[in-house]
């Protein structure tokens, strides 16, 4: 058992040019906990990468979608027959690039294949359609996991999570848009070779611009189809309409219980400032496993395909355990859970 009585344990980062080790390893630089921390001793075969799982998870989601898109065809080439047929393939397409994120989170943590370029290839791909960079979410997030509990505490995603104890207050902050905002901006940025803010080594700016850019062309490629083709609608329900009305609001509901109504910037303790999700095995899979969010900050070396294990290692230890999703989100509805912490942290970006 942690004794949560003893000091916590210093893993502070120094300043954005320190040459400390952020990936998903064992070395990697973990999130302060209280107690013993016997995190550095846990078994080997914990840590070991499965990408054939992986890849199985990746295509599925990806027949799902392209299923979907056939049906979306179907249903918009047959009038008002097929509406129906329509609604349903937007809703699971865009769940399914929610999905996708998720997975991207996987390979920014190196834990989807034992090759650090295969994980970028995959981490791009999964980013795709909700024009989430691969590099720019994995150099924020990295330093999200070494710096939880801490004022220097920072996360990727823009959702606005305050003012959600209400029907109307939630629903308008699952679908604040503003993160599209600085995609954009950030693509015109890294169009014009500008510096992309918050992001202060060379190495990684060269890699986001080009992701940037590349999202800026594939942008532009599907315009330009769209004008040769003239298929404007299939574009729109293909695309557009599942990232913005379903994977946006999907996207939130996942990110929204990881650490809300927690103190996640003075808090130095993992256990404390971390939540896990009692979860459905649909849930589970949707997520990825990222209802089991105190065990993945535990160590986020440990990959996603083990931290069930871990989970039942560790979970004696956790202080914020939720029965469900559903128990979550109603709880922020009603008010008895609310965001902690300053105007700039990870909650209120």
């Known amino acids: 058992m942690l004794s949560a009585q003893n000091a916590p344990r210093s893993n502070k980062l120094r300043g954005p040019e320190d040459e400390v080790s952020l990936d998903g390893s064992t070395n990697v630089l973990l999130a302060p906990i209280r107690g013993v921390d016997f995190r550095r001793s846990l078994p080997k075969p914990l840590f070991e990468r499965r990408p054939a799982r992986f890849v199985a998870k990746f295509s599925a989601a990806m027949t799902l979608i392209v299923v979907g898109l056939g049906v979306m065809a179907w249903g918009l080439s047959a009038g008002g027959r097929g509406w129906i047929a329509v609604a349903l393939s937007v809703a699971v397409v865009g769940v399914m690039y929610a999905h996708l994120v998720e ?208 989970h039942e290692m560790t979970k004696d230890n956790f202080a914020v355990v939720d029965p469900s999703y559903w128990s979550f989100y109603r709880n922020v509805i009603r008010g008895d859970l609310r965001c902690q912490g300053a105007d700039e942290t990870c909650m209120t970006r």
């Open 103 to 310: 997975l991207q989170h996987e390979c920014l943590h190196e834990h989807a294949c034992r090759s650090r370029r295969l994980n970028r290839v995959f981490g791009f791909l999964c980013g795709v359609f909700m024009l989430s960079s691969f590099s720019h979410y994995k150099y924020d997030h990295l330093r999200h996991h070494a710096a939880l509990g801490t004022s220097q505490n920072r996360e990727f995603f823009n959702y606005r999570f305050r003012n959600l104890d209400s029907w109307w207050g939630f629903v308008v902050g699952a679908y604040h848009l503003g993160r599209y905002v600085d995609v954009f901006r950030n693509m015109l940025r890294s169009l014009l070779g500008r510096p992309i803010p918050g992001v202060n080594r060379e190495h990684d700016l060269r890699r986001i611009r080009a992701e940037y850019r590349l999202f800026a062309l594939i942008l532009a490629a599907a315009g330009a189809g769209a004008a040769l083709s003239g298929e404007y609608v299939l574009v729109l329900f293909a695309w557009v309409l599942p990232a913005i009305l379903v994977a946006e609001a999907t996207h939130f509901l996942i990110e929204l219980p990881e650490h809300f109504g927690l103190n996640t910037q003075t808090d130095p303790n993992v256990l404390t400032n971390t939540r896990t999700i009692t979860a459905s095995r649909f849930a589970q899979w949707l997520t990825n496993s990222n209802n089991l969010h105190t065990a993945h900050h535990f160590h986020q070396g440990v990959p996603m395909v083990n931290v069930e294990r871990l």
